[in-house]
């Protein structure tokens, strides 16, 4: 087992009067303060330089820091040490009967899963053990694969924050969390990444992420992130908006379609794509522009009305081929009439999953989103779709991963994973 000193706590009986001495007569810096509402208790982190010093303040009168303050004084508290697996370390340390406060890992400050040693198994001193969250690394380069005669390019518009319970549905935060861990207000990282299929002939362009319309509070409530957004991606790709022939829609949420038209000259909505043709699934329509107050959020008007009133959009049904060898397929779900693409060229396929795999780590078939209107129709396609998609060596373009942006799903042992592309 190896442990790297992360921090020391210190019982405060009252933060401002610590942080006159730490603070302004040490010049220490304060990097954040975080309340641990289960624990009663706020805690302030210092920086000092490999570790920090955690200032402990009680909030409540049962909290534990109040109860040692009262018995001790203020003072040294405990000792943390970072380990990679805070499991395995509990499990290490059962083995020789050390006694443990916490014989599981529970929930810290900053998304860390955190654990004490007893004090009576550690000479005196109060031991915590801590698994910082795993960070997330951000993928956005425009990537290129070739598929038969197509050529797919992988693009981002940026990143949007979710809420994590909403993105999991009924999965526990305790399974979901360490594979995408969520900031102080529950929100977890997503990826925009819409996708350039084009062949000889044709561009075509499927979503186009949430686009630059939305205003300050909806941009802080998403915590968009678009310092690389759709436009960078398309330079990248050696692309400009006009190269675009044919954009298509696997559904009408604003993450998905926001793109798709943006302010004109004086104001007005108009298509961001001059020359190209619109397309989205009839039923889908409707839906989104009939919509009602469980789906309104998600259908921002703006984002595909004005399509219509430019005469650029084309409404098609169930399998309809979109370009030869581009086809929807109903995934049902998410919403009634979601899409999946099926993106086929000399015996290989390529499906761009939308909202029905939005990330590589719902894979599992019951790792469903609470956003989805119809989570049981959801899991019935995924059943039947996983072992053909293993079967065939489908290519699978996550719209939603933050790191992956395609990968094949895989089967070991009776375990499904996702070997990553790109
Ligand atoms: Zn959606
Ligand atoms: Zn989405």
Same mark, same amino acid.
């Given at each position: 087992m190896k442990a790297v000193l992360d921090h020391v706590g210190i019982a405060v009986s009252d933060l401002q009067t610590s942080l006159a001495f730490f603070?302004?007569?040490?010049?220490?810096?304060? #990097?954040s303060s975080e309340e641990i509402e289960s624990q009663r208790v706020r805690a302030t982190f210092l920086n000092t330089g490999q570790s920090t010093l955690e200032m402990l303040e009680a909030?409540?009168? #049962?909290s534990a820091i109040a109860k040692f303050v009262e018995k001790r004084g203020a003072g040294m508290h405990h000792v943390a040490l970072r380990v990679d697996d805070i499991d395995a370390a509990l499990v290490h340390l059962k083995a020789r009967g050390i006694r443990l406060i916490d014989e599981k890992a529970r929930p810290g400050a900053e998304g860390a899963l955190v654990a004490f040693i007893h004090p009576s198994a550690a000479h005196g001193v109060l031991v915590e053990l801590k698994q910082p969250a795993a960070k997330v690394e951000l993928f956005t380069k425009a990537t290129r694969h070739a598929l038969g005669d197509f050529e797919l390019i992988t693009l981002s518009d940026g990143f949007i924050g979710l809420d994590g319970g909403a993105m999991f549905g009924v999965v526990p935060r305790t399974l979901w969390e360490k594979r995408l861990p969520p900031d102080d207000s529950n929100r977890i990282p997503l990826g925009m990444r819409p996708l350039i299929v084009r062949n000889g002939n044709t561009t075509a362009l499927i979503d186009a992420g949430c686009g630059d319309k939305m205003d300050a509070k909806l941009t802080q409530i998403y915590k968009?992130?678009?310092?690389?957004h759709l436009d960078h991606a398309l330079a990248e790709a050696g692309l400009t908006a006009d190269d675009i022939d044919i954009v298509v829609a696997s559904h009408l949420h604003f993450d998905h379609v926001g793109g798709f038209t943006k302010f004109g000259k004086d104001g007005a909505i108009v298509p961001?794509?001059?020359?190209a043709r619109y397309v989205a699934h009839r039923a889908e329509w409707e839906d989104a522009t009939h919509p009602h107050e469980r789906n309104r959020a998600s259908y921002l008007q703006e984002n595909f009305v004005p399509l219509r009133e430019a005469g650029v959009l084309t409404l098609v049904d169930d399998a309809t081929e979109i370009i030869p060898g581009v086809k929807y397929r109903r995934s049902g779900g998410h919403t009634p009439n979601h899409q999946v693409l099926m993106i086929e060229s000399r015996g290989k396929t390529a499906v761009f999953t939308a909202d029905m795999y939005p990330t590589s780590v719902h894979i599992p078939d019951p790792w469903v989103m609470g956003f989805d209107l119809l989570p049981v129709d959801t899991l019935t396609f995924k059943r039947g779709f996983a072992p053909e998609a293993i079967e065939r060596e489908y290519l699978l373009f996550f719209e939603h991963d933050p790191s992956m942006a395609a990968g094949y799903l895989r089967e070991k042992d009776g375990k499904r994973f996702v070997e990553r592309v790109i």
């Open positions: 603070k302004d007569v040490l010049g220490l810096h304060v #990097e909030t409540a009168p #049962e968009l992130d678009r310092r690389y961001r794509f001059p020359k």
